[in-house]
């Protein structure tokens, strides 16, 4: 059970021009502490897709993400006695073009260990849930559910997510390799991670996921999403990972999720 939220304040963290702002330099700092160095990104580089959000595409790439409507965003939560940022969650919205709707993506999130076990975290994930709805309303797109992306080992998240409405898909899915400094990169080995889903708007008990099932045109389309717009791979047909992703899913009638289905189950 979390303990009341007395002086914590969550808002949306933007791009103010060049020069980094503290509360981001510190948003930065919390979200980066105590993951494995290959997923360390330099502030640059979420600053730079802020940017966009604000001044508008400049390059290629820029406008590889832009187009029909993706939109970043950085929740951080305040504590009003001194102003601290002292957690950040990472939402983002992904048109699907094909099913002519969008999904949430939740990446993301982490609190100061000081201010832990609070219910910052929930407020966090209310408040992505929040604007991604509004994303959906703003794009015309129904909202058609969220997902995340798990590490294996990360028991804490998948048992979180599952008492919030998502289990995981039954489909292999594949990260890229990553380098702090450039993103994506291509010398590094693509890694396996879990898919997990939540259908819009509540998402799914245990019970109600032992049966549902999903087309693969959804489940590809997200995939395609996020290589496009979290990993900016491009072309995707020369993407080895991607193409892992789609052989686990080729010649499938439908799918669904992945057992076992318990709310507290080790993955
Ligand atoms: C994991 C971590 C972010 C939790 O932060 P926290 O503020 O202590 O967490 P909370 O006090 O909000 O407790 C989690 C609550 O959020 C809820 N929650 C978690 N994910 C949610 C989601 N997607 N939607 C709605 N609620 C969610 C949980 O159900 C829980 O609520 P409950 O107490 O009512 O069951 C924090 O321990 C941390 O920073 N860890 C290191 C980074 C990390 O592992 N991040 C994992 C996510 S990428």
């Not at 791979?233 to 057992?259: A, T």
């Given at each position: 059970?979390?303990?009341p939220?007395?002086?914590i304040?969550?808002?949306?963290?933007?791009?103010?021009?060049?020069?980094y702002s503290?509360d981001?330099?510190?948003?930065?700092?919390?979200?980066n502490?105590?993951?494995?160095?290959?997923?360390v990104?330099?502030p640059?580089?979420?600053?730079d897709?802020?940017?966009?959000?604000?001044?508008?595409?400049r390059?290629r790439e820029?406008?590889a993400?832009?187009p029909?409507?993706?939109d970043?965003h950085?929740i951080v939560a305040?504590d009003?006695?001194?102003g601290?940022?002292?957690?950040?969650?990472l939402?983002?919205?992904?048109?699907?073009t094909?099913?002519r709707?969008?999904v949430?993506?939740?990446?993301?999130?982490?609190?100061?260990?000081?201010?832990q076990?609070?219910?910052?975290?929930?407020?966090?994930?209310?408040?992505?849930y929040?604007?991604?709805e509004?994303?959906?309303q703003n794009?015309n797109?129904?909202?058609?559910?969220?997902?995340?992306?798990?590490?294996?080992d990360?028991?804490?998240?998948?048992?979180?997510?599952r008492k919030?409405?998502?289990?995981r898909?039954?489909?292999d899915?594949?990260?890229p390799?990553?380098?702090a400094?450039?993103?994506?990169?291509?010398?590094?080995p693509?890694?396996k991670?879990?898919?997990?889903y939540r259908?819009?708007?509540?998402?799914?008990?245990?019970?109600?996921?032992?049966h549902?099932?999903?087309?693969?045109d959804l489940?590809?389309?997200?995939?395609?999403?996020i290589?496009?717009?979290e990993?900016?791979?491009n072309p995707?047909?020369?993407?080895?990972?991607y193409q892992?992703y789609?052989e686990?899913?080729?010649?499938?009638?439908s799918?669904?999720?992945k057992?076992?289905?318990?709310?507290?189950?080790?993955?």
């Amino acid at each position: 059970m979390t303990q009341p939220l007395d002086n914590i304040v969550t808002e949306e963290l933007r791009w103010t021009g060049e020069e980094y702002s503290k509360d981001y330099l510190r948003a930065h700092e919390i979200t980066n502490t105590g993951i494995p160095e290959e997923f360390v990104e330099t502030p640059e580089f979420l600053w730079d897709r802020l940017r966009i959000k604000e001044q508008g595409a400049r390059t290629r790439e820029d406008k590889a993400l832009m187009p029909k409507g993706y939109d970043l965003h950085l929740i951080v939560a305040k504590d009003t006695t001194n102003g601290e940022v002292v957690g950040a969650g990472l939402g983002s919205s992904l048109p699907l073009t094909p099913m002519r709707g969008s999904v949430g993506l939740l990446c993301y999130a982490a609190v100061d260990p000081k201010y832990q076990g609070r219910g910052i975290h929930k407020r966090l994930s209310v408040e992505r849930y929040k604007k991604i709805e509004e994303d959906s309303q703003n794009f015309n797109l129904p909202l058609l559910g969220y997902v995340a992306e798990v590490e294996f080992d990360n028991h804490e998240e998948a048992t979180m997510l599952r008492k919030n409405g998502f289990q995981r898909l039954d489909v292999d899915f594949m990260q890229p390799g990553i380098d702090a400094e450039k993103g994506v990169n291509a010398m590094y080995p693509p890694e396996k991670i879990q898919l997990f889903y939540r259908p819009a708007p509540n998402g799914v008990t245990p019970e109600m996921a032992r049966h549902v099932r999903f087309s693969p045109d959804l489940i590809r389309a997200i995939g395609r999403a996020i290589f496009r717009k979290e990993y900016v791979e491009n072309p995707l047909k020369d993407s080895i990972p991607y193409q892992m992703y789609l052989e686990s899913i080729e010649g499938r009638d439908s799918i669904g999720f992945k057992p076992p289905y318990k709310v507290n189950s080790k993955n």
